[in-house]
């Protein structure tokens, strides 16, 4: 308060010098002949003024101590003891709430971590179409030949396709051997849930015969990105589509600039 409260004295002062400085600049040009006494007895009074206030500024400031009283032994004791108390209460409930508050500003600060649907777009750069193949990234199988025995969904992916279907438009596509598969594997994905949110539907997973048709299939849709595990089929495409995902889950060079690597999926989103 003391130290607030001369600081506003301070510019007080260093105020009402700025406007004595342009009343004296409009006096002294004029002969000191023509002043009167008044006039001179003015300023006079307003320079002992202002020396006055600075030497009483410069004075110190501090809040005397006061002489404690004589009391007994017993008494000045106690009232250590009672000051110390006090004391540590007041520097205990200073520290906790020191603590308090920086536990508020470290929770405010504290770095957000991104949702999947932000991660999936900044990963796809605002990609609108997706084609991928089924084999080896939405099924565990990794040939036609196995897809004739069983089908088998992996479930650690399908949290991704809903996050892709909700901003792009995806379709899935394989290569199978006989219409029987076809069956399988819809009725697999289907029970895994995966037409349920209505960003995928049946018609749009495709199937051909062969490894060419399925490159047919991306050219055709021109999709932004391309998802497959079949670095043949990567590298001929790589000319046509804007971004491509190879997934495999051996570490291998990227066939172009445009290519992407990554052991599967989910770990590609940043999900495992």
């Known amino acids: 308060m003391a130290e607030s409260s001369k600081e506003e004295l301070l510019q007080l002062i260093k105020r009402f010098g700025a406007?004595?400085?342009?009343?004296?600049?409009?006096?002294?040009?004029?002969?000191?002949?023509?002043?009167n006494s008044r006039s001179i007895g003015a300023i006079a009074g307003f320079a002992v003024a202002i020396v006055f206030t600075w030497r009483l500024l410069r004075s110190p400031s501090g809040p005397q101590r006061r002489q404690p009283k004589r009391q007994a032994p017993a008494s000045s004791s106690s009232g250590i003891s009672s000051q110390s108390n006090a004391t540590l209460t007041t520097s205990g409930v200073s520290s906790s709430e020191d603590t308090r508050a920086q536990n508020v500003v470290?929770?405010?600060?504290?770095?957000?971590?991104?949702?999947?649907?932000?991660?999936?777009?900044?990963?796809?750069?605002?990609?609108?179409?997706?084609?991928?193949?089924?084999?080896?990234?939405?099924?565990?199988?990794?040939?036609?030949?196995?897809?004739?025995?069983?089908?088998?969904?992996?479930?650690?992916?399908?949290?991704?396709?809903?996050?892709?279907t909700k901003f792009c438009d995806l379709y899935l596509m394989e290569r199978v051997l006989d219409d029987e598969t076809e069956?399988?594997?819809?009725?697999?994905?289907?029970?895994?849930?995966?037409?349920?949110?209505?960003?995928?539907?049946?018609?749009?997973?495709?199937?051909?015969?062969?490894?060419?048709?399925?490159?047919?299939?991306?050219?055709?849709?021109?999709?932004?990105?391309h998802?497959?595990?079949?670095?043949?089929?990567?590298?001929?495409?790589s000319r046509f589509i804007k971004y491509q995902l190879h997934i495999s889950p051996t570490r291998t060079e990227r066939a172009a600039s445009n290519v992407f690597n990554s052991p599967s999926l989910e770990q590609f989103f940043g999900c495992v």
């Open 183 to 225: 069956k399988k594997v819809l009725l697999a994905l289907e029970d895994a849930g995966v037409f349920t949110s209505g960003g995928l539907v049946k018609e749009k997973v495709l199937f051909c015969s062969t490894e060419n048709g399925r490159t047919s299939f991306v050219r055709q849709l021109e999709p932004d990105w």
């Open 19 to 35: 406007y004595l400085t342009v009343k004296m600049s409009s006096i002294f040009p004029i002969s000191l002949h023509n002043l």
């Open 106 to 164: 470290d929770e405010f600060f504290q770095p957000v971590k991104p949702t999947l649907g932000q991660i999936v777009r900044q990963k796809l750069s605002e990609g609108r179409k997706v084609t991928c193949r089924l084999l080896g990234v939405v099924l565990e199988e990794s040939t036609p030949e196995e897809l004739q025995k069983q089908v088998t969904v992996r479930y650690s992916v399908l949290e991704v396709l809903l996050e892709i």
């Open 227 to 237: 998802i497959d595990t079949n670095p043949d089929i990567i590298f001929q495409l």
